[in-house]
T-cell receptor, first 113, second 113 residues
Framework: AQSVTQLGSHVSVSEGALVLLRCNYS??????LFWYVQYPNQGLQLLLK??????LVKGINGFEAEFKKSETSFHLTKPSAHMSDAAEYFC???????????FGTGTRLTIIP | NAGVTQTPKFRVLKTGQSMTLLCAQD?????MYWYRQDPGMGLRLIHY?????TTAKGEVPDGYNVSRLKKQNFLLGLESAAPSQTSVYFC?????WGEGTQYFGPGTRLTVL
C-alpha cells in the first residue's frame, strides 16, 4: 500500500515569492507521483507527473517538482507566485503494478497581493 | 472534444431518496473512477472500472453502486441516500492504470438533508 502526506493544509505566499508545497510519499514499489491542481468549483487537472524518467519534472504554469528517493519526497515549487496560482493542490501516488492512485489531503495556496 | 462530463452539477436529496450520477467521457479511455471529496480528506475512491462491463470497489464503496454498460459511461447510484453522503463527487478517466494521467469531470455537489 502507498500513501502521501502533504505538510501544511494552508500555505500563503506573497505575489512574486517562491512557492513551495511539500509532499512525502510512502510506497513499497517504485512510485509514480503526481501533482494535481483544483481551481475553485472545478475538477482536478494535472500539473505534472513523475514516472521514473528525469527526477526533475517540469509542469504547466511554471511549476516543477523534484523526485528525491532518499527523502521520499516530491515537493512542488514555483520561483515566482502569481495571483492566478491561488488554488488547492493535491499530491498523489500510485505504484508500478496494481497500485491505485492515492491522493493526499491537499494544500490550499493563497497568494497575498 | 468535451473530455469528461458529469450530470447533474447540483442535487439536493432527502434522506432515503435515490439518485444516479452520470459520467461520460469521449477519450476512449478504458479506466474510469468515481471519487468523493470532503473537506480535509482529499479525494477518496468509491468505485472504479477497468473496462466495459467491469466494476470494482474502491476505498469507500458502502452505500453506492456503479455500472459500466458502455465504455464511455460510468454511472454512480445511491439507493438510499444518507446525510453522510453529502459531498462533492468527481468522475475521472484514464488511458492506463498506475502511471496514466486521470482526467476529471467538473463535479457534482450533492446535499442530503
Amino acid at each position: 500500500a502507498q500513501s502521501v502526506t502533504q505538510l501544511g493544509s494552508h500555505v500563503s505566499v506573497s505575489e512574486g515569492a517562491l512557492v513551495l508545497l511539500r509532499c512525502n510519499y510512502s510506497s513499497s514499489v517504485p512510485p509514480y507521483l503526481f501533482w494535481y491542481v483544483q481551481y475553485p468549483n472545478q475538477g482536478l487537472q494535472l500539473l505534472l507527473k513523475y514516472t521514473s524518467a528525469a527526477t526533475l519534472v517540469k509542469g504547466i504554469n511554471g511549476f516543477e517538482a523534484e523526485f528525491k528517493k532518499s527523502e521520499t519526497s516530491f515537493h512542488l515549487t514555483k520561483p515566482s507566485a502569481h495571483m492566478s496560482d491561488a488554488a488547492e493542490y493535491f499530491c498523489a501516488v500510485s505504484g508500478a503494478g496494481n497500485e491505485k492512485l492515492t491522493f493526499g489531503t491537499g494544500t490550499r495556496l493563497t497568494i497575498i497581493p | 472534444n468535451a473530455g469528461v462530463t458529469q450530470t447533474p452539477k447540483f442535487r439536493v436529496l432527502k434522506t432515503g431518496q435515490s439518485m444516479t450520477l452520470l459520467c461520460a467521457q469521449d477519450m476512449n479511455h478504458e479506466y474510469m473512477y468515481w471519487y468523493r471529496q470532503d473537506p480535509g480528506m482529499g479525494l477518496r475512491l468509491i468505485h472504479y472500472s477497468v473496462g466495459e462491463g467491469t466494476t470494482a470497489k474502491g476505498e469507500v464503496p458502502d452505500g453506492y453502486n456503479v455500472s459500466r454498460l458502455k465504455k464511455q459511461n460510468f454511472l454512480l447510484g445511491l439507493e438510499s441516500a444518507a446525510p453522510s453522503q453529502t459531498s462533492v463527487y468527481f468522475c475521472a478517466s484514464s488511458y492506463s492504470w498506475g502511471e496514466g494521467t486521470q482526467y476529471f469531470g467538473p463535479g457534482t455537489r450533492l446535499t442530503v438533508l
